[in-house]
């Protein structure tokens, strides 16, 4: 095992990062420059290897994709049996393993590794994978693929996945033939719970009037169509139109679209040239964020962020609770992080009155919290979130006795939403099918949603830093420790506006901090942001 370990690892060498650079297993697993990932993925390859046989010969699933990232980026993670993040723990292990220092070291990791944890490398391995339609994930695959041979684990080649199919398909593999069993393990078997858990979740109603749907020229754009061909347009009124599903142009990639690009900049796509008063919305790279989004013929641009998906999948779930008569039984709660807009805070916590967790950036940690709830709705503003119903909160769905008819179209309802709703991870595909539902439900339009509540002004942004690192965090990222003496600075600055606030953060997916800001005004909000990023700027280059 040692020699063929290392013999493969020869032919995918790992890029030194230079004095003192790791990499780190961040947000997102690994992501960079396409061309530092060839021994990284290989590396990531023998972490999957023996994370499957530390969960007992269970399938473990590897993403090649940079999702929101530039084309020229690429990125690997890791995919626990249940289709959740890897856990935290086993982050630090393939931080380590990714950075052995020479091959010899490396096999030396990986049989230390399995001696420390009990791992039993003569037991079965099995790893899925799938990559979005960055060119650069072919020769990824490849090395990943070669790091599976060498230990002798079964693979699986999906091939081009959204990240959350590949999460589900995880998730399926390893409830196969079980009480728990999530869905058929193929791509198809995707499309069809979706479409079927669409129909019984309208229970008779239908959307109405077109939905342009821009999938940042990535992997969601013929994963879409595809979907689209499980659909019937007279039974669900889905209208949809696809936008920016431009695969053959790798450059086109995130770029001019997309959700970052609309959450960031505040405005549409610029092509094609939106129609005032369509319904929109945006898909990220690999499809596991969300944005809605249209043009208003009299008041101009207005975005439905994942705080108010967030919002909206709360108040109609609590609704349905209450229409069931379930409301002592099911506890309900929503978790957002530092970005979520106070105005969003403030109207689930007074209005909907559910009580709200906050957590770091990255899907992983909200996640986890949402976990402690019956029904744990939980997004980040930028997006990407999910609802989770608990195993108790599915069979209560299923198993209690319906009253009246009004009671029993609640219950339907909600068992079909556990069924549409991606309960592994954040899925644009699946997390637009539920506001469809909802807005049917309601007959509401985008702008009705929008009359919810009024979002804070607010701006992000991106500060390129000499080293990231040296900004640390505490309080789920709203407060700095270090660099010393800026976060007085921030709060100094903060004061002066109304209802401000500003917090700053390295990010986990890319070589630079972020800064966020909120004010009464946009003028404010927009001067605020500016303020801050320049503190960080200057404490950054001290
Ligand atoms: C990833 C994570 C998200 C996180 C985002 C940005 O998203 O999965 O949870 O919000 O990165 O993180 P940061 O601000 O640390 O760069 P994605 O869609 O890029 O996979």
């Known amino acids: ?102 091959d010899e070291d490396l096999a030396a990791q990986y049989k230390s590794i399995a001696q420390q944890l009990n791992i039993n490398l003569d037991a079965p391995g099995k790893v899925i994978y799938g990559r979005d339609t960055r060119p650069s994930g072919h020769g990824l695959v490849a090395a990943l693929n070669d790091a599976l041979e060498a230990t002798s684990t079964q693979a699986t080649d999906f091939k081009l996945l959204t990240t959350p199919q590949l999460h589900y398909l995880v998730r399926c593999l390893n409830t196969e033939g079980t009480v ?53 347009k007279d039974k669900t009124g889905l209208d949809i139109k696809v936008v920016n599903d431009d695969v053959l142009h790798p450059e086109a990639l995130n770029l001019d679209c997309g959700a970052d690009f609309v959450k960031t900049r505040q405005k549409p ?77 403030a109207y689930i916590e007074k209005h909907l009155q559910l009580p709200i967790g906050c957590t770091p950036t990255g899907v992983k940690h909200l996640h986890h919290e949402a976990l402690k ?12 979130g999910t609802v989770l119903f608990s195993p108790h909160a599915l069979r209560t769905f299923r198993d209690t ?42 007959n509401w339009t985008l702008k009705d949603w929008a009359l919810t509540y009024s979002d804070l002004p607010n701006r992000l942004v991106r500060v390129e830093v000499a080293d990231k690192d040296a900004f640390r965090t505490t309080d789920a990222e709203r407060r700095l420790t270090h660099p010393v003496g800026l976060q007085d600075k921030i709060d100094q600055c903060v004061s002066k506006y109304t209802r401000g606030r500003s917090f700053a953060r390295a990010s986990g997916t890319e070589n630079a901090c972020r800064v966020y800001a909120e004010a009464a005004t946009r003028s404010e909000a927009d001067d605020l942001a500016n303020k801050v990023a320049q503190l960080v700027k200057q404490y950054g280059d001290m």
């Open 180 to 232: 728990n069993a999530y869905g058929a393990v193929s791509e198809a078997g995707y499309y069809e719970k979706l479409s079927e858990a669409l129909v019984r979740a309208l229970g008779g109603r239908k959307a109405s009037g077109q939905l342009v749907v821009d999938c940042a020229n990535g992997v969601g754009g013929p994963k879409l169509h595809e979907f689209l061909k499980y659909v019937s």
């Open 269 to 345: 796509p610029p092509s094609p040239r939106p129609t005032p008063g369509v319904r929109s919305c945006s898909f990220d790279g690999d499809a596991d964020r969300l944005i809605y989004h249209w043009l208003d013929p009299e008041t101009g641009f207005f975005m439905l962020d994942g705080d108010r998906i967030s919002s909206l999948a709360a108040s109609f779930i609590a609704d349905l609770i209450r229409s069931a008569n379930l409301q002592d039984e099911l506890r309900i709660g929503v978790v957002q992080t530092a970005y979520a807009n106070g105005a969003s805070t």
């Open 401 to 442: 006795q319906p009253q009246s008819p009004a009671q029993k179209d609640a219950l339907d309802v909600l068992a079909a939403c556990g069924d549409l709703i991606n309960q592994t991870v954040g899925d644009a595909l699946s997390d637009m099918l539920l506001v469809e539902v909802i807005l049917a439900h309601k």
């Open 373 to 384: 709830f019956d029904v744990g709705v939980y997004f980040e503003a930028n997006g990407h």
């Open 1 to 102: 095992m040692d020699e063929k370990i290392i013999a493969a690892s020869k032919r995918h060498p790992i890029v030194p990062l230079g004095e003192g650079r790791l990499y780190t297993y961040g947000t997102a697993g690994f992501r960079m420059k396409a061309d530092l990932l060839d021994g990284v993925t290989f590396r990531v390859g023998l972490l999957a290897a023996l994370r499957s046989r530390k969960m007992s010969s269970k399938a473990i699933g590897v993403m090649i994709t940079a999702s929101h990232n530039p084309a020229a980026d690429n990125g690997v993670k890791v995919v626990d049996p249940m289709g959740e993040m890897l856990e935290q723990d086993w982050e630090g292990l393939a931080t380590k393993l990714v950075n052995a220092p020479t």
